[in-house]
Every structure is written in C-alpha cells, then in structure tokens.
C-alpha cells in the first residue's frame, strides 16, 4: 500500500472524509534544502512609485483607507492559517505524554516555536485594526455622536497599532531561526510516522468569504510567518505612500517601516551564508536575477520562470496552484556560465499570419479592457467583470508568449544551446549584461542538486507574476495616454566611428510592447536623424532609449541605454529638446504628447510610399525638410562613391534599385539597411529616380521662365544674385531640399580628377529632373520653349546654381524647439 492510500485508510478509521487523490496538495517543499528558507530582499525592491501629487486630500485619503483595508482583509487571512497550524499542537503535546508519542515534548516545541506568540500579536493588531475601522464606517454613516468617536478620514490613526505590532518582532527573529530545526522534524517524522504522515497533510481553513475550504500541509503552514514579514513590510511601504505628511500617523508609520526594513536587512544578512553553495575563489552560489522570459529552445514558445545564479542559469516552468497552496516549480534546463556564449539580434519579420493573429488579440483585449471599464455595481456584473478580467489575463499571456521579437541566443561549451525572447531591447541587455559580468570571472560549476535548486526557487524569487497589464492597471499613478512623438536627432560621445540607431520602448502598464528604431547613420563618430517617431500609447509611464551600434562589421551591441519617466504635466503639444545621458553617449532628442482617447488597435499597414508623391507630403509625414531617401542617398554616395568614376552618370542595375525603391516605400529602417549594402551606383540611380519621379520638380515650373532670364545677365554675381532671389519664392521644402543637393553635387565635383564629375557634367545629368517648364500652353511668365531650348536652359540654370560659393545653408529638419518658454533640458 503507498504513502497516499495509508493516510487514506488511517483517516476513515477516525471517520474523517477523504478528497479524491487529485486534490491532495502536493508538498512543494519535499526537495528543498532547508538552508534556502528566505528570499533575499533588497532595499530598492521595496520602492513604490511616489504618491501623484495631482492628487485631492480627499482621494489621498480614500486610497489610504483602501490600503488599511487590504491590510485587514490580509491579517484575517493569515490568522485563520496560523490557527489552522495551531490545530493539532495540543493532541500533540497530549500523545506526548503517552507510551506511543506522535512527536516528543522536545519536538512538538521545537514544530510550533512561537507561533502561539505571534497568533496572539496578530489577533490583538487585527482586532484593533477591525475596531478603529467600524468606528471610520459608523462616522461616514453618521453615527459618530452614539459612538462618542472622532475618527474622520483624516483622523483615522493606525500607527500606534503598528507600532506595537513591531516592537515583537524579536519574536520573527526567534521563528526564523528555529525554522530549519522545525522544517527537519516535519519531514522526518512524515516519513517515518503514518499517524503524522496523515495528519500533516490533511490540515484544512474554513475561507470566510464563500465558506469553502482550503487544504494544507504543515510545511506550507510553517513558511506562512516568513512569507509574512516581506508582505507586511511591503504594506507599510504601500501605507506611508497614502499618508498626507501633515498626517498624525507620517512619523509614526516612517519608524514602523525603518524598523521593519532593519530587522529584514539583518535576517537577510544573518542567512546569507545559508543560501549558497561554496563554488570556486572562495565564492558561493547566490541569486542574483530572474524574471518571466519565452523559452523556445523546443521550437515552441513558452513562458518561463528564469533564474541567474552566480555559477547558472537555472529555467523553470512555473505551476501556480490554489488559494492557500504553495506556487510549484518544475525544472526545464539549466546551463553553466563557465564558457557560456551570448549573441543577441532582433528576430526576422514575422510572417502576415502571425501579425494576423496578433492583431486579432490586441483588438479583443482593447474591447474587453472597454467593458471592464465600463461596468457598473451589482452582483451578475461583479461576476461578469470577474470572467473578463481572467479572460484579459489569459489573453495577455499569449501576447506576452507570441509577440517578443528580441532573440538571445546561449550557447554553451558543451554544445546544448538555447533562445530566448524579450519584448524589450533594454530588457534582454539587462539580462545580457548580468550574465557577461558574471562570466568573465570564470567561475567553475559546481554540479547543482537540480531537484533542490528547483524547490528552492518559490522561496527566492525576487518576481512573483509575469508583468501582465491588467495586473498592473488601476494604481492610480499618473500616466500618458493619447500620441507621444519622439524626435531623434544625433549622438555624441562615440569612442569610434560606428553605424549607430536609436532604439525607443514605451511601456503600457510597466509592458514594453511599443517600439520603434531610427534608421542606421553611416559610419561616424556624431551620427544625426532628426527622425521622428511616435506612439500610440495607453497607461504609458517609461520611456527606453537605446543607443545600439555596429562597427567593422562586427555584431550589433547596445552602446548605452536609459530610462526616462514619462510625466503628463511636463509634456504638452509643443516640442520639447532634452539631451539624454546614454553612459558615455549624449542623445539628443524632442518630446511632444497629444492627449486623447484611444481608438482600437489598427491593423499593421504599410507606411505611405514615398515615391512618385509630392515631395511636401512625404516631408510632412516624415517630420523633416529633406526627405530620409534622399539624406541616407547622400551619405552613402558620400561615404563609398566620390571617387567612384562616372558617379550619377552610370547607373546601377534596374532590379537593384527597383528593389531599393520598394523598400523605402514600405520600410525606412530596413530600406537604409540595405542601402549600406547596394552597389554604390544603384545608390546614386536610385537618388535620380526619386528626383525624376516627383510629380512636380523641385524648383517649380513657374519659376522656369524667369530663371530663364536670368541667363541673359552677363555678370555672374549679379545673374547669381537674381537667381537667388528667385529661390526665395520656392516652397520651404523644396528650397531646402534643392540648396541640400546643391552643396552634395559641389563637394562630388571637388573629387573630379579622380570621378571625372565637373560641375557642367552634374548639370547636364539632373538639369531636366531638377527644372522643368510648364506641361502646356502659355507658362505665368511667357509662352514654353521647345524641347532643345528646354535642354540648354535646364542644364545652364543649374551650372549658375552649382558656381556659386555662397549657397545659403540647408535645413534638414523641422525646429523643434516651438516654445520659446522652454528651455533644452539636459537629463
């Protein structure tokens, strides 16, 4: 007969019922070293977000109040378990005394060692709480002359109650210490005693909610007083962001907390030595990371629990159980970090399908996020709003499983290799850069008792959940909602020339789904953009930027990264610069935010093309003076092609650019990609192929005759002069993007010895693109020419152009700096 079947039988002999075997919780501490009996906890972890100061008095109060209540509703609980551990200690002691004891007096000591103590501290904190609170509720409802009590919102003290809780707790000191002694007994006498075996496993709560019960094991039981000394620090954190500074209970709660925080710190230290195994130079094993990745070393995405140890990476499949019952973990792979190779890349564009699919899901999650929002009280839509909040959530894990497209690839000396992807850039280094720090120490494995590291992890884990928005959502703090447009302009502080862009990561509800890159400058030392991107953001926070670079064709890495806080009463619809710190790189670039309500998610369509439209539509979309193709054209011819011989009169191949050309009309960061590839000469075709299919050329047709006239002036500075002046008449975007290719086709002259491109050779080339006379009829300023004269005039009008020395400067981008009432600021 097994373990399960003997426990079964001993508990219908004392006529108490049996839950089928499923049921039957499993005991997630069985393999677990006792040594790992508490999670390490940081000060900065304990960090909330500071309290909006947006907020009234009024609803700074109502939050507190729904604090405190929390904070009631969790002591409740948690008596009921520590009474539910409580049961059995007096037959216990009883049997004790008898010729065939359960467990011996020592022993039953040793298993419940100040938990009466701390049940009876518990119970009397919990009580006042209760009272306090009646006496709140009977003030709102008017009652407070029967009660002869003054406890208004505001005059609602509960730091005394904490301060009393707090002054026991040498008492946790006491539990924790002895807990390794009681956790060895347990699991002894399970093992050896039947009659224990049953009890310890069949301990049940009555839930006063819905009057069901909750089953646990003794085990579990014994870690609820651990696991409580975090939460109730986290609470008191939680509390004083909800107290007004004026309030009577500020200082009171300020103490409670340091307090609270010292005794942790201590505990930490104290078991610091117990939590790790002794590894090479005198190291021991720690946790330093973890977090919620997707593993699809399988070919299959999942979602994993990962965890970074000073000597491994330990992965784990997270199996989260009933109310009342331990989380459990299961393990997937591990791999040493001796050795251990990393190459990160963002993954190849998904297939239509999959976008399909993905944007299926946002929509339904934007409608269901809309009727949670939009329900009412009462019971029927209580329970509604329940089944659609855990609908959100599932669906929310799909999205945070299949839309990651950041991919870092392990690779291990032994040959086992894994990947792993991150929704975030800055994420995915974060892990990146752990990882590197940890191996260039190159510390030796030591082999790791894997069932036992595994057990361990529900203990020492730092995050609890996957980072899901409807988690997250509803915690009053200020957010951005509406359109935030990013413009990047350059970067400063490279230590050498590097292809470099701009990443930029918006969170939503602390979930970095919301990307978008620059394109890739050409190699230099102070790359510029001045691109604008822009995002449809909801709940919006942070904002991540990401300086990532390539050099000598050598693999991409991150060159620095920051984080910057999004806040609503510091952004407005005007442009705003800010210079961004990046470790040793400056970024320099332009914020705005255009509030509104959020429409649902549109489907993933192609950019509006850039060819064959209106050279002032394409600028306008693009947020510049000079269109990106035309920029990115230059700098490469620029970079590879002023000595090339016949650059702009030999053309590339028709498929190369035809190829080039679609890309720029459907992606601009993969287009630039593939120009830094193309035959220089598909580069410099591909410039004359989007001048020669503006629908109307730069310098416009009106202006033909006039020009014209001016050809007629013998002096070259005064023609010069006049030509000018008539440049002034054009269109901003046509008289910077003319004045910009002017100066590019000048310094491609001054290479001429060596690309036999004079001045006059330019001019015959883009004459008849650049300037063009009136389709039909009679022009504003005289009748058309005919076509030779139309030749002569195109070329000669554009020579003039190219001779002179003092060609105005040209602006590539719009000025970004709109109000004059803000200043750049440097972060």
Known sequence: MDVY??????????????????????????????????????????????????????????????????????EEVYLRELDTLLMPMKALRASAGTSQPVLSSQEVQTVFYHVPELRDIHQSFCSGLKARLNAQLQTELGSDEETGLTCRKSELEVGDLFLKMINHLSLYGGFIENYEKAVEVVRKCTQSDPRFRTLAESLTSNNAADKTRTKYTLEALLYKPLDRVTKTTLALQDLLKTTPVEHKDYAALQEVLRLSRSFLSGVNESSQSKRGVTLSHGMRRQLIRDGFVVDASEGVRSLRHLFLYTDLLLCTRLKQTAKGKQDQYRFSWYLPLAGLKLRWAADEERPPDANVRLHTLRTKMYLLRQQLQQHSKGTKVMTLAAKNKKKLEQMELMLLTYSPNYRLELHSPSGKSHTLYFSSLYELDEWREAVHKLTTDNVETVPPDLLTLTSACVKLRMTQQPPLHSIQAGDGEESVRGTLSVAVHSAFGLQQPACVYVCVEVDGYEFYDKQAQTHSSVNSLNPHWDQELSFEVDSAKNMQVLCVGQTDGQEESVLGKTTLKLEPKTLSNRWRRQTLQLGQVEVTLSLKHSSHPLEPPS?????????????????????????????????????????????????????DINMLKAAFNSNLREAVTRLRSAEVNAVSGLLKLYIRDLPESLIPPELFQSLAKTLDIQDL???????????????????????????????????????????????????????????????????????????????????????????????????????????????
């Open 603 to 655: 489907s993933t369509l192609q950019l509006p093309p850039v060819f064959g439209v209106p050279i002032q539509t394409v600028a306008q979309q693009e947020g510049v003076l000079v269109p990106h193709v035309l920029r990115c054209c230059v700098e490469e011819v620029e970079r590879r092609g002023l000595d090339e011989v016949g650059i702009y009169r030999i053309s590339g191949t028709t498929t």
């Open 5 to 74: 079947q003997e426990a079964v039988s001993y508990l219908e002999t004392q006529h108490v019922p049996v839950v089928a075997e499923a049921d039957v919780l499993e005991d997630v501490f069985q393999e677990e070293a006792v040594s790992c009996f508490l999670s390490p906890l940081h000060s900065e972890s304990l960090d909330f977000p500071d309290t909006p100061t947006l907020l009234s008095p009024k609803e700074m109060l109502d939050r507190r109040l729904a604090v405190v209540r929390g904070i009631l509703e969790s």
């Open 717 to 827: 500075n005064s023609r010069l002069a006049s030509m000018l002046s008539l440049l002034e008449s054009c269109p901003d975007v046509n008289r910077h993007t003319f004045l910009f290719l002017l100066h590019h086709l000048q310094r491609v002259a001054q290479r001429q010895e060596i690309n036999k491109m004079s001045l006059l050779n330019l001019a015959t080339v883009f004459g008849p693109s650049l300037l063009r006379s009136p389709v039909e009829g009679l022009g504003p300023s005289g009748p058309t020419v005919d076509i030779s004269q139309e030749v002569v005039i195109q070329t000669q009008v554009i020579f003039s152009y190219l001779q002179c020395n003092n060609l105005p400067e040209a602006q590539t981008s719009l000025p970004y700096d709109s109000d004059p009432d803000i200043e750049t600021t440097r972060m």
